[in-house]
C-alpha cells in the first residue's frame, strides 16, 4: 500500500486522535526545538547498524531537520508549537511544505531511535503479537510485507506500522518525509527507506536492510505499549 503526496493531502481532514497515541517522547513547545539525545551508544546497533551509519544518519541527517525547522519556524505561528504539532499543523499546505518536511523528518526520527532502545524483546508480545499474526499471519510474513510494501514506494520515504480504515493494523509506505500522524492515524514502527539508513552498510540491498532491521533491532515493549494503548 502506498500513501502518495495526493492522497495525504486530501486525508489531512481525517481525525486526528489517534496520533496522539504515537506521539514520541518530546515534551517541549516553543523554539528552538532541540534534538533529542539517542537512547543507546553510536555503536549499539552494530552489526547490523554500523556506528558510521548511526553516527551520519543522526549526527547529520537528522540534526539538519532540526536545525532547519527551526530556521524556517522562527517569526511563523509555528514558532510556539510543539513537534508533533508542527506536522499536523503544516500537513497539506503548500505555502509550508518546506517546514513540513523538516519537522517531519524530525518526527520520523525521533521515533525511529526510540524503537531501537535497547532491552526489550525483539518479537511482538500480548497484544502486539496477536494483532499483529491477525494482520499479517505471523512475523515472518509481516517482514515479507514490509519489504514488499517498501518496493511500492518510489524513490525516499518510509514504511509505518499502522492502522487502516478498519482499525486494523497495517503496512503503509509514505513518499518522502509523510507519516501517519500527518493525516489523524497512529505511528507504531516506522522503517527508514532513505538512502542515508542504509547504503554505507548494504549498499543498494534495501530489502536485506529491512529484513535485518525486523529480525534483530526493534525493541517491542517500546512498539507494543503503544499499540496496547490503542
Sequence with gaps: MLLTRRAIMAATAATAAASALSAPSIARAALPLKQPALPFAEDALAPHISAKTVSLHYGKHHKAYFDKLNTLAKGTPYADMELEEIVKASA????????????????????????????????????????????????????EKAVATSDEVFGTGWVWLTR??????????????????????????????????????????????????LENLVNWRVVGDKISAA
Excluded at 174 to 201: F, S
Design 92 to 143: 497539506g499546505k503548500t505555502a509550508d511544505k518546506k517546514i513540513f518536511n523538516n519537522a517531519a523528518q524530525a518526527w520520523n526520527h525521533v521515533v525511529y531511535w526510540e524503537q531501537f532502545t535497547p532491552g526489550g524483546p525483539n518479537r511482538p508480545e500480548g497484544k502486539a503479537a496477536e494483532e499483529l499474526n491477525a494482520a499479517f499471519g505471523d512475523y515472518n510474513k509481516f517482514i
Design 164 to 213: 487502516d480504515d478498519a482499525n486494523k493494523l497495517a503496512l503503509v509506505g509514505y513518499e518522502d518525509a509523510n507519516n501517519p500522524v500527518a493525516v489523524g492515524r497512529p505511528a507504531y514502527l516506522g522503517i527508514d527507506i532513505w538512502e542515508h539508513a542504509y547504503y554505507v552498510d548494504y549498499e543498494n540491498r534495501k530489502p536485506e536492510h529491512i529484513k535485518v532491521v
